[in-house]
């Protein structure tokens, strides 16, 4: 069991940047797989980026690719997910989530059974 806390939602301009990041608690962080979800209201959730237990594998879903980046420091038991270019349409409630998968499943979101709190970012046009 990992618990997560993300942090880093806000409001922005259409364009600017955000960092989120989500700490996990446990001595056993670097086991897991991580992904950033989201969820607008009236859709189902989406996976956004996932990592690798190594960081060295990366999934990005089309509509954020080039404009946002995953990240982990294992060190420091934290992933981030790094926004630019903001859109109006990434309006949504952002979750960290963890799941015990092989680097070939990082895109599969039936890998990720452990989920932090989310955190609401909104984008204004």
């Known amino acids: 069991q990992v618990q997560l806390v993300e942090s880093g939602g806000g409001l922005v301009q259409a364009g600017a940047s955000l960092r989120l990041s989500c700490a996990a608690s446990g001595r056993t962080f670097s086991s897991y797989a991580m992904g950033w979800f989201r969820q607008a209201p009236g859709k189902e959730r989406e996976l956004v980026a996932a990592?690798?237990?190594?960081?060295?594998?990366?999934y990005y879903t089309d509509s954020v690719k080039g404009r946002f980046t995953i990240s982990r420091d294992n060190a420091k038991n934290t992933v981030s997910l790094q926004m630019n270019s903001l859109k109006p349409e990434d309006t949504a409630v952002y979750y960290c989530?963890?799941?015990?998968?092989?680097?070939?499943?990082?895109?599969?979101?039936?890998?990720?059974?452990?989920w932090g709190q989310g955190t609401q970012v909104t984008v204004s046009s």
């Open positions: 989530a963890a799941g015990g998968g092989s680097a070939y499943q990082i895109a599969n979101i039936n890998t990720y059974d452990q």
């Open positions: 990592i690798s237990r190594s960081g060295g594998t990366t």
